[in-house]
């Protein structure tokens, strides 16, 4: 069970924001107790809003317990709030058990990124994914892309296929 998003509203106060740490614990404890897994799936904002000057981010990987909540990393996202998927990789070594695999190139707008073909963009998708293979290793990976630069959903898929099993996938 992964979560996918964490309302603003939880994200005004450091307190609040804290208090859902724990409630994700727990979340994860229970979870755990009927054979599955609990997970946090990030977007941009947890790397751009901060609370003392860390980041939402940093401040999740310090209060949620490993063995009680996956991190499902999703490697494009990220770039908009101003953060490098292989710096994150490198600095949670272990951390994510669930990879949400997207790579992604800037937009015309200032600061803005969409997904594009794996290994094409500016997520260093390849070796992010054998960084977190090296230490601790994915349990699960998904393959995404939202935008395709003129090629169709399908053809985009398939080359992403072509490309994970390029690197070794199946």
């Not at 614990?25 to 977007?43: I, P, Q, S, T, V």
């Amino acid at each position: 069970m992964v979560t996918p998003w964490l309302e603003e509203s939880i994200r005004r106060n450091y307190d609040d924001f804290m208090t859902f740490m724990d409630v994700y614990n727990k979340c994860g404890e229970l979870c755990n107790k009927r054979g599955m897994k609990f997970g946090y799936h990030n977007h941009d904002f947890e790397f751009s809003e901060k609370f003392n000057g860390e980041s939402l981010f940093d401040i999740m990987m310090r209060s949620i317990d490993p063995d009680l909540v996956v991190v499902q990393l999703d490697t494009g996202n990220l770039f908009g709030g101003g953060a490098v998927a292989r710096e994150v990789a490198d600095r949670y070594p272990g951390r994510f058990g669930f990879v949400h695999l997207k790579d992604v190139v800037r937009t015309g707008e200032e600061g803005r990124f969409e997904s594009t073909i794996i290994g094409e963009g500016a997520a260093d998708v390849r070796e992010v994914l054998a960084m977190i293979e090296k230490t601790g290793g994915a349990q699960v990976i998904i393959t995404e892309q939202e935008a395709y630069q003129g090629k169709t959903p399908m053809e985009c898929a398939r080359l992403n296929l072509e490309i994970m099993k390029e690197w070794g996938y199946s």
